[in-house]
């Protein structure tokens, strides 16, 4: 669908979004996936996996293209996300890569707060190390998803773990103190997300919101592999992806920053007609490196 109608749409919740307790908010995020996971069921097929703490589910192409696959962690805050809301996108990507997506649900604030939701994606990820090469392997992330994937790049250093490699970020969440020149600058054109819902989710998640594993803007990024950004340009967010865009250029990794002008946080989530260049470059990593 077209640019205005989502904007459109987006608006008209946005305001409903800033009350709505979070049980409602999970249920909506749960719709959304079923959604994204329509019209996939014929080419994709799920095995699920239930971890010691959280639930998985691994998309499975019907027929397979090279070696590796896709570790998908999704967003919502670290507040919202379900097992059928990983599966959505996770669908999305399996179609279009023909790869395997592991699609974890890790646990949610604020029953579960930080670092449950690392500790849950470094088992998802020490999971796919026993079947396929790490360099072979490709996260993928949005909003707190693509924050998390950083924590776990982090974490991963610190473990002695591989690096995968590569990594995808969609409009992600790495600084949970909202530091950046765009939550004042985009307050009043972002249609999706405000500053009071976010600092409610940070509320939830950590206490300690400069620490690296939480806000992993601060962190030493040094020997992370390489990126894909993608960012809306009317996002409050914006300034989370540019600066780790600089962060990691700094660091001496090797970055792509996409800014797309006039959308929203998210966006690459909605499948627009005038984006699809996104989604091939998406399709176009992931193929390579897991070739």
């Known amino acids: 669908m077209s640019v205005q ?3 459109t749409q987006l608006r008209r919740l946005q305001g409903l979004a800033e009350e709505e307790p979070i049980s409602l908010e999970r249920r909506e995020q749960e719709l959304i996936g079923s959604l994204l996971q329509w019209g996939k069921h014929k080419r994709v097929r799920f095995e699920e996996i239930e971890f010691p703490a959280f639930r998985a589910a691994m998309a499975v192409p019907t027929a397979c293209k090279g070696q590796g696959a896709v570790l998908y962690l999704h967003g919502g805050g670290y507040v919202c996300g379900d097992l059928n809301y990983a599966k959505g ?3 999305v990507l399996c179609q279009e890569t023909s790869v395997p997506v592991l699609c974890p649900a890790y646990r949610l604030a604020p029953e579960f707060p930080f670092p449950a939701a690392l500790e849950d ?7 796919l190390l026993e079947r396929f090469s790490p360099e072979q392997l490709v996260f993928i992330g949005e909003s707190a998803g693509g924050g998390l994937l950083l924590s776990l790049c982090i974490e991963a250093k610190r473990l002695g773990l591989p690096q995968p490699g590569g990594l995808i970020c969609i409009s992600p969440w790495t600084d949970l103190t909202a530091s950046g020149v765009s939550y004042e600058e985009n307050k009043d054109v972002d249609p999706s997300m405000t500053l009071s819902r976010l600092q409610r989710y940070a509320a939830c998640y950590s206490d300690d919101l400069r620490n690296p594993l939480v806000s992993p803007l601060f962190a030493d990024l040094t020997g992370l592999p390489e990126s894909l950004i993608f960012v809306g340009g009317d996002e409050i967010m914006m300034s989370d992806s540019t600066l780790l865009y600089d962060a990691l250029l700094q660091a001496g990794c090797q970055a792509t ?4 002008p006039d959308l929203w946080h998210g966006y690459v989530l909605y499948n627009l007609k005038e984006r699809r260049i996104d989604m091939d470059a998406i ?3 992931i193929r390579r490196i897991t070739a």
Do not use: Q
């Open 283 to 285: 399709r176009d990593l």
């Open 257 to 260: 920053l996409t800014v797309a």
């Open 5 to 7: 109608f989502f904007r």
């Open 89 to 91: 996108f996770g669908s």
């Open 121 to 127: 994606a470094v088992a998802a990820y020490r999971h």
